[in-house]
């Protein structure tokens, strides 16, 4: 390896020492393929190298380390250019996390409050079940104290028609008894009644001067006797009604 490489190496180049190593500052400094100037040479063994300097080789290596510290540079450039565009990656990645977050947040808020509606949901149709069947055994309560009194009116009636034509038979009976025991005070009201008015008769024929024939009398007989027999059937009419 050359020299000058393993001087400089990989680390940043210092620019006073390859302002010395420049084969372009002067033309005393221009040498031949084979050519080993005595100050390289010195260099070179202060640098720790007993090999003699070649000077193609030497202008190799220096055009390399020009090479890779503007390569680096270009990097640095590069990454400089790219840093407001990261800069803004990273911005953009952030809100997209936040928004994330916030979606994710808001999910779950909406989960939560549906299970909340799903809760009172289900708490609100239980309560109206309960209301429902409530009213469902309020109905049939009612429904069943009306069958109760459907069914007291109908045997109420039926007691009804079972009772009324017996009291009204007892009634009939009552009513022909008392006509029976009334009969032999209406018979005898009636013949007092006939007895008054055939007194009167004769009695105002005395005082006509009228005389009373034995015909009269047998027509008075008879009118009575009739008058028995008419009562002793009416009796014998109600006996039997």
């Keep these: 390896m050359s020299p000058i490489l393993k001087y400089v190496g990989e680390e940043p180049v210092d620019q006073e020492k390859l302002d010395l190593m420049s084969l372009e500052e002067s033309p005393e400094r221009q040498f031949g393929e084979n050519e080993e100037p005595e100050y390289i040479q010195q260099e070179a063994e202060e640098m720790g190298s007993t090999e003699p300097v070649n000077n193609h080789q030497l202008q190799q290596d220096i055009e390399h380390v020009f090479t890779e510290a503007a ?3 270009g990097k640095a450039a590069e990454s400089n250019a790219k840093e407001p565009q990261l800069q803004q990656e990273d911005e953009r ?3 997209k996390h936040e928004q994330l977050q916030s979606n994710k947040e808001q999910a779950e808020q909406e989960q939560l409050r549906e299970a909340k509606e799903r809760t009172f949901e289900e708490a609100q149709l239980q309560y109206e079940a309960q209301q429902r069947t409530a009213e469902q055994q309020e109905q049939e309560q009612i429904l069943h104290k009306e069958q109760a009194r459907q069914a007291a009116r109908v045997e109420q009636e039926h007691l009804k028609q079972e009772t009324e034509p017996r009291a009204a038979t007892e009634q009939e009976e009552q009513k022909h008894l008392q006509r029976e025991a009334k009969q032999p005070q209406i018979l005898h009201e009636e013949c007092a ?6 007194a009167e008769q004769e009695q105002f024929q005395k005082e006509a001067g009228l005389i009373t024939t034995s015909q009269q009398v047998e027509e008075e007989r008879a009118l009575h006797k009739e008058q028995e027999k ?6 014998e009419e109600v006996a039997a009604g």
């Design 230 to 235: 008419q009562a002793h059937l009416n009796r």
């Design 193 to 198: 009644t006939q007895a008054a008015a055939r």
């Design 93 to 95: 990645a952030t809100t």
């Design 71 to 73: 390569g680096r540079q």
